[in-house]
């Protein structure tokens, strides 16, 4: 099983900048790919950014230019840049990885519990 801890919300001034962590845990083989997710209040999860074991990255298009993913594949983390936020990137904000528990085996996908970012105005 994975277990994966986020830290890094919390609440700042449009034009700040937070940067979220997720460290992930447990009995796993190799994580593949690593995702930051969020969902504001009434609208459905949408993806922000993934980054594969290898770096190669992928943004929605609301945040490139500002976010930078980036992960550290010896300590299992992924860690999520935000820089000049706005109010509407204010929502819980979710790491998902895709492991895999052993060589040869079935990949499976995880979630963090979520991490809070509100933006004020």
């Known amino acids: 099983q994975v277990q994966l801890v986020e830290s890094g919300g919390g609440l700042v001034q449009a034009g700040g900048s937070l940067r979220l962590s997720c460290a992930a845990s447990?009995?796993?083989?190799?994580?593949?790919?690593m995702d930051w997710y969020r969902q504001a209040p009434g609208k459905q999860r949408e993806l922000v950014a993934d980054i594969t074991y290898g770096g190669s990255t992928n943004y929605a298009d609301s945040v490139k230019g500002r976010f930078t993913i980036s992960r550290d594949n010896a300590k299992n983390t992924v860690y999520l840049q935000m820089n000049s936020l706005k109010p509407e990137d204010t929502a819980v904000y979710y790491c998902r990885v895709e492991a895999t528990l052993a060589p040869g085996r079935s990949t499976y996908q995880y979630w963090g519990q979520g991490t809070q970012v509100t933006v004020s105005s």
């Open positions: 447990g009995r796993f083989f190799r994580i593949s790919v």
